[in-house]
């Protein structure tokens, strides 16, 4: 293969999603990042195959599936579903979607397994550790909190499980040596010194490979009391999900496109991939990627997403509110390269006033607008310029090689911010230039059509750059300024945009103004309308409150119908040696005779109040439920007289 064309080729990879759960936005950046960075590769002239999938097989999903009273597969079938429909639903450009259900992936696992097994590099040997029966799960002592089940928190005990083992020591000093050589291979810096410092350099454990605690896996085939634990599995997805072949005979894909030039992943599975993946291909005498990128994570404000918290928020939920590539478009620009990035319902409004209904939505308006009023849509080839012209140009294309430098450095909201910075530059030019002045002065008419022209094209190129994050928003944008110049190639230099084009004559908002709190309110009721309500209580009252209600058990002794209202039952109520008339709104549940000889409770020092003609001295008390169902509390055994408290 020659050289030139292995350089055109780029595998981009991301981590497999866990078919436990609904993907959160958090999990939804990856794929919407990974397939910028595909897109923006392809627009490069790259060859590009972009791969990403679901990590189906595991403890948790088989107790999820237990839970759901369904089989595993059928269930992962749903889950995966639901993934794949989010993953769609944001216009990710993916050209594989790998299941480690696949028959394909789980032959090829289990062939890597027995090969590691025949050569020596696995072992069967015991797994020591602190052991918790509930959640069937072995820890360290490093892992325990306070000395219990970090998960539950219950207790523990030691315990001895059969496994087998990868030999990760053998091949330490060859991961060392590799990872020094190629400074590349795992970004950011400050993960990979993590990486040598923390987990390399102090001598690398050997990693328990099976389990026999649950049954949903891949078996060993030699010994099927065992299943492959789940990282062997998952992790061979960006080999076999190309047709690697443990006998050599690959598939054209993993001929072509291996090794992978990037596996995108988040910084909780660093590890993972840039110690264990590297040294299962190093035993496997199989290239290894050319880099990790170990991406931040997107926290609700500044706490994690999590469920249990209560901030979770769904990738297809804000689309309902705000459509796909304002999403896109906020969590690639707000993630930083090596930071935790931080999303809110408010912050992902303020941006898409701030920067798309007021940068983009508003530049490509006015300039749209404006070629109509002044020009009837289209300009012509008269050209008077000025300094100010040559400054935009040049403007612009150092913003092309600085995304480019960006994106090269996977900098990408870095990326997307130089192309903003294009789009203010534009918004500025208009200051400027005051096109409206000009358009009042005949004489200056050529040098309008100058100043549209040099929009439009600003435009143009800021576009081309953006489709890779915003592919809908750029399409729309080529549509309203009726421009075929969309290639990269065409913004390599200036004046690309077609002359004698006609631009739209109505030019609909890119992205209209949001007023927030009318929206917010909007989101909260959706949100509310979607979970259970919560329980709502009234104001806490103390101890001494409480004791001030005298309730007690009292025995009816007679009843009979209210003479002047429906709704009432006149009572007469024992309570030791007390009698008394009590006037009570159950009519409509209860006849007089149901009552009669049954022991209710009641308020018994509630100021008497005369209800239409009858004294009522106390209240009956009642248990309703939403339905509108209710009840008298009743007692069978204790006497009447008895104190409720
Ligand atoms: O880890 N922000 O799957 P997963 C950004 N199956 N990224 C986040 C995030 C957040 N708040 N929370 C999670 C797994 N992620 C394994 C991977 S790969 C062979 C096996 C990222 O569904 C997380 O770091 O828990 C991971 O890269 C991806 O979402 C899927 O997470």
């Known amino acids: 293969m020659c050289e030139k064309e292995n350089k055109k080729r780029y595998y981009i990879t991301t981590a497999i999603a866990y078919a436990s759960g609904k993907p959160h936005i958090g999990n939804t950046y990856e794929i919407i990042m990974a397939d910028a960075i595909a897109r923006y590769k392809r627009m490069r002239g790259y060859d590009v195959f972009f791969q990403t999938g679901t990590d189906e097989h595991g403890k948790k999903v088989e107790e999820k599936a237990k839970e759901a009273k369904m089989n595993p597969q059928a269930y992962v079938d749903q889950q995966t579903a639901v993934i794949k429909e989010i993953w769609d639903l944001m216009n990710t450009s993916y050209d594989k979607f790998v299941r480690t259900t696949d028959s394909y992936h789980k032959k090829q696992v289990q062939k890597i397994f027995e090969k590691l097994y025949d050569q020596g590099d696995i072992y069967k040997s015991e797994y020591e550790g602190w052991y918790c029966t509930p959640c069937e799960s072995f820890w360290t002592d490093g892992q325990l909190k306070d000395g219990k089940c970090p998960d539950c928190e219950r207790e523990v005990h030691k315990a001895k499980e059969e496994s087998y083992f990868f030999r990760m020591s053998k091949y330490a000093d060859q991961l060392i040596e590799h990872i020094e050589k190629h400074p590349e291979f795992i970004q950011p810096e400050s993960r990979k010194n993590e990486m040598i410092n923390n987990f390399l350099k102090p001598g690398l454990q050997d990693l328990c490979v099976s389990r026999t605690s649950f049954k949903w896996g891949v078996p060993v085939t030699f010994d099927e009391k065992h299943v492959i634990y789940v990282w062997i599995d998952a992790l061979s997805n960006y080999i076999t999900g190309l047709g690697f072949d443990c006998g050599g005979n690959h598939g054209d894909l993993y001929n072509k496109y291996w090794p992978a030039d990037l596996h995108l992943i988040g910084k909780d599975i660093v590890r ?6 590297p040294i299962l291909l190093l035993a496997l005498n199989i290239p290894l990627p050319k880099q990790v990128f170990g991406h931040p994570w997107m926290l609700f404000g500044e706490e994690k997403i999590s469920k249990s918290r209560g901030n979770v928020m769904y990738a297809d939920d804000l689309v309902k509110f705000f459509g796909v590539d304002a999403i896109r478009y906020f969590v690639l620009n707000e993630m930083p390269f090596a930071q935790d990035g931080s999303i809110t319902w408010q912050l992902v409004i303020e941006r898409i006033n701030s920067d798309l209904a007021n940068v983009y939505g508003n530049l490509v308006n006015r300039t749209v607008s404006m070629v109509n009023k002044y020009f009837g849509g289209t300009l012509n080839d008269k050209r008077e310029y000025e300094a100010l012209d040559e400054e935009l140009k040049q403007f612009a294309l150092e913003i092309v090689r600085r995304v480019d430098l960006k994106m090269d450095g996977l900098r990408v909201a870095d990326a997307l911010e130089a192309i903003f910075e294009l789009l203010r530059r534009c918004n500025k030019y208009i200051d400027e230039t005051l096109p409206w002045t000009l358009a009042k002065d005949e004489t200056k008419t050529d040098r309008l059509n100058t100043v549209l022209y040099n929009l439009l094209e600003g435009i143009r190129i800021a576009t081309v750059l953006i489709e890779p994050f915003m592919p809908e928003t750029a399409k729309n944008v080529f549509e309203q300024i009726n421009t075929e110049q969309k290639s990269y190639d065409s913004v390599l230099s200036w004046g690309n945009y077609e002359i004698s084009n006609k631009v739209t004559e109505k030019p609909a908002a890119l992205f209209a103004r949001i007023d927030a709190e009318t929206k917010l309110e909007e989101v909260q009721q959706y949100l509310e309308a979607k979970v259970p309500k919560k329980m709502r209580f009234k104001d806490e009252v103390s101890i001494d409150d409480f004791a001030k209600l005298d309730i007690r058990i009292g025995k009816v002794s007679e009843c009979k119908k209210h003479p002047k209202a429906d709704k009432l039952l006149v009572l007469k109520v024992k309570c030791g040696t007390d009698e008394r008339q009590i ?40 248990a309703e439920d939403e339905d509108g169902t209710l009840e008298t509390i009743t007692v069978s055994e204790v006497e009447d007289g008895a104190v409720v408290k």
């Open 272 to 277: 993972f991939h840039t110690i264990y993946w």
């Open 583 to 622: 006037v009570s709104g159950i009519a409509e549940k209860y006849s007089p005779e149901q009552l009669v000889g049954k022991k209710v409770a009641f308020i018994a020092n509630l100021a008497p109040i005369t209800l239409r003609g009858q004294e009522s001295k106390g209240m009956i008390l009642t």
